[in-house]
T-cell receptor, first 112, second 121 residues
Framework: GNSVTQMEGPVTLSEEAFLTINCTYT??????LFWYVQYPGEGLQLLLK?????DKGSNKGFEATYRKETTSFHLEKGSVQVSDSAVYFC???????????FGKGTTLSVSS | GAVVSQHPSWVICKSGTSVKIECRSL??????MFWYRQFPKQSLMLMAT?????????EQGVEKDKFLINHASLTLSTLTVTSAHPEDSSFYIC?????????????????FGPGTRLTVL
């Protein structure tokens, strides 16, 4: 079946450090891939997405590239800020209009 | 941008009572809404798919008689937790697809509500 695996947290970084959160997936066909962010006390917000192989999603300095050969969609940011502290979820859906399958989430804590 | 609201944002109730949670798409119509459940420090798990004008589709292991879903209009879906027990305490989140989404191929964005924190005493 379809599934998403992302690295266990928490991830603790200093401000301006480089961030990588690994995400790999298992799916039939050609899923769309997403990163969602959940700030403390808030709901999920779409951070970025990619709909086909080699697509790069980007937003707010975050990037992730859809790698079909490695079934991965790793999230990266070159210089994190304290305000990036949140829980990050990798997700996929295998068909437009369907529910998302989420990874377990990775908590990021950035200190100044 | 598309906005989804949930009401209430948090609720505390006694064991045995029923609680209704509303999910509204504020600036778009949604033929499909999803209800997820999130336990502390865990991921979101799909509970059911709510389709306007028809019965909800429940995921395996989710009791349809306990979690009643009504999608009465294109902007409102409700989740009623009947005879709630402490193990039902969780964070309930809805999401909605804009009407017409899904016809253009994969990757259509669904919009999430802020969630409802349910605590059953």
């Amino acid at each position: 079946g379809n599934s998403v695996t992302q690295m266990e947290g928490p991830v603790t970084l200093s401000e301006e450090a480089f961030l990588t959160i690994n995400c790999t997936y298992t799916a039939t066909g050609y899923p769309s891939l997403f990163w969602y962010v959940q700030y403390p006390g808030e709901g999920l917000q779409l951070l970025l997405k990619a709909t086909k192989a080699d697509d790069k999603g980007s937003n707010k300095g975050f990037e992730a590239t859809y790698r079909k050969e490695t079934t991965s969609f790793h999230l990266e940011k070159g210089s994190v800020q304290v305000s990036d502290s949140a829980v990050y979820f990798c997700a996929l859906n295998n068909q437009a209009g369907t529910a998302l399958i989420f990874g377990k989430g990775t908590t990021l804590s950035v200190s100044s | 941008g598309a906005v989804v609201s949930q009401h209430p944002s948090w609720v505390i109730c006694k064991s045995g009572t029923s609680v209704k949670i509303e999910c509204r798409s504020l600036d778009f119509q949604a033929t499909t809404m999803f209800w997820y459940r999130q336990f502390p420090k865990q991921s979101l798990m799909l509970m059911a798919t709510s389709n306007e004008g028809s019965k909800a589709t429940y995921e395996q292991g989710v009791e349809k008689d306990k979690f009643l879903i009504n999608h009465a209009s294109l902007t409102l879906s409700t989740l009623t937790v009947t005879s709630a027990h402490p193990e039902d305490s969780s964070f309930y989140i809805c999401s909605a697809f804009p009407r017409g989404a899904g016809r253009g191929g994969q990757g259509d964005t669904q919009y999430f509500g802020p969630g409802t924190r349910l605590t059953v005493l």
